[in-house]
């Protein structure tokens, strides 16, 4: 595969000691395995126990392809990421790389064609430090500028690929863009290299990278945002209220990605208590929460999860990654 390229030094390979790229193709499934994380990983980690449990397979209907997707969770951090700027909180300055969080993204790989949902402020780095070389779609869940400012950082895919990359959003963040990034989208002549991208408004599911994405509306305080549901997995970042209609559309996941901020009430973002409503009410096979901030220490708070009753739930963390049945 020549999208990632192994780089030794970075935090992914640090976490996960890979020392090489898994390729992710068609009958590839290793039963029994539904993470990806390789033997060498720190024993614990929480999540590689998970990787022993055997599927039980999933509720959901045969997919066209029964392949598997890779997603690897880019950033699992909050606007401001962890740490935070002029904060040296005991989270902040954690030692623990998993409490070290970039801004909120996933990649999604299939087939050797790669998509990623949100271009952060911390896009370059987050490409970078998984050897990003091939970029075939981008999906955007909303317009806030933690989810949008690295968009002008996909020019080396253009240049590269030599070809726009289609942008799936819904109307409203497609306008928001349209604002943010005018040079990209006005008819006024470039003298330097600029975004290039053809936008795909989303109404409903569309394919990209062979795979069926369903769009998940929610509410996000005053705006709409959009989750994605691919196969057995969804991730919903930034939501206050997942409306009735929404849910039938969770129904059966092996694994959720979803908002859970801190603790204390905000107006457009889930707390640990509400995400794990929503848990209990979807009942994922398994749940990671994103979005994090700087109040929620990973060691501890993943400790507090299985205290409560929820083994199954975990904070997610930069390079994370698992397979998903799509
Ligand atoms: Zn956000
Ligand atoms: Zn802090
Ligand atoms: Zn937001």
Redesign the pocket.
Known sequence: MSWLKPRPTNILELLHRVSKPRAVRSGQSKSGAGFTIQAGSPSNLRVNKWSLRPNRGSALPASPTNSLLELTVLGSGT?MGVPTLTCHCRVCSSKDPRDNRMRPSVLLVHNGQTAVIDTTPDFRQQALRVGLERLDAILF??A????ILGFDDIRPFNLRQRSALPVYASLETIATLKHMFAYVFDSAPAVSTIPQVTLHPVDGPFEVIGTRIVPIPAR??D?G?LGFRFGSAAYL??FSVLPETSKPLLAGLDDLVLDALRDVPHP??QTVEQALEVVRELQPRRAWFT?IAHELPHSETNERLIAAGFPHVSLAYDGLRFEVHV
Do not use: K, Q
């Open positions: 606007s869940t909303h806030h500028a933690d989810h996000h305080g705006i945002v970042t930034d457009m973002h979005h």
